[in-house]
């Protein structure tokens, strides 16, 4: 997978230079927003369902090339996003674990509120700048961690341990210990272009992450910690510049 990243960080300015199509020196700035769906694939497993949170931010894309029927642009987002893990605690026959003190079902959730970089390859076909096109995007993604907070309804003296089908409940006492997270982000979406109004974008991404969130070497306990998110956002962008006149 880091060599999958490292293509396309090699790729991206590729695009930006190939110039064998028509030219373009299109330039568009934004604002996105959208719900994430995170987990963290830890080894050994933590039974999961999946966390939900917000995310949003600025967007900035430069087109610079129509090759035949495919417009290509490099696309970036600066965005807050708030990830993280839910557990699911049940016992061996997938019934919650009750706890003995509250007489209530345990829950876990861990929110990481991180910065989100994604810096992607993007490449539509249809109408450029009136009317409908789809697209995919990809490339890397990079995050600098902001602040974390836990989400529990029972004391760690008491939970139920007894009654759990895992053991594994060391990640509900240790912070985020690896500030930086990077990954591989890719997304299918439309965009709706209407002429001196602006671009609307709608997108599902999904982003695998190649860092841990712990440390993953034989003294750690974790083997691996990483992310993944799916993400459903929209998008408005304007123009800034524009080199296409009367063209669809």
């Not at 991206?12 to 030219?23: F, K, R």
Request: glycine share 10%; proline share 3%.
């Amino acid at each position: 997978m880091k060599k999958t990243l490292l293509y396309i960080l090699l790729f991206i300015p590729m695009v930006v230079n190939a110039q064998i199509g028509e030219h373009r020196n299109d330039l568009t700035i934004g604002v996105n927003g959208g719900y994430v769906l995170s987990n963290v694939a830890f080894t050994p497993t933590v039974p999961q369902s999946m966390h939900g949170g917000i995310t949003g931010g600025v967007s900035l894309r430069y087109v610079c090339e129509k090759y035949f029927k495919t417009i290509a642009s490099i696309y970036a987002e600066v965005n807050y996003a708030s990830i993280g893990w839910k557990e699911k605690i049940l016992t061996s026959k997938d019934q919650p674990v009750i706890n003995s003190v509250t007489g209530v079902a345990e829950s876990y959730s861990r929110t990481i509120n991180y910065v989100q970089i994604p810096i992607m390859a993007h490449l539509a076909w249809g109408r450029e700048s009136k009317g409908l096109n789809f697209f995919v995007n990809m490339g890397p993604q990079f995050g600098t961690y902001l602040s974390e907070s836990t989400s529990m309804n029972f004391d760690l003296a008491t939970r139920n341990t007894t009654d759990r089908a895992t053991t594994v409940v060391a990640q509900d006492t240790m912070a985020v210990e690896n500030k930086f997270d990077y990954g591989i982000v890719a997304g299918i979406g439309a965009e709706y272009s209407i002429p001196k109004a602006g671009h609307i974008l709608l997108e599902a991404r999904y982003y695998y992450g190649l860092g841990n969130i712990y440390g993953d070497t034989k003294r750690d306990y974790f083997g691996s910690s990483n992310f993944g998110n799916i993400v459903i956002k929209l998008t408005y962008l304007f123009d800034i510049t524009k080199t296409k006149k009367n063209k669809l």
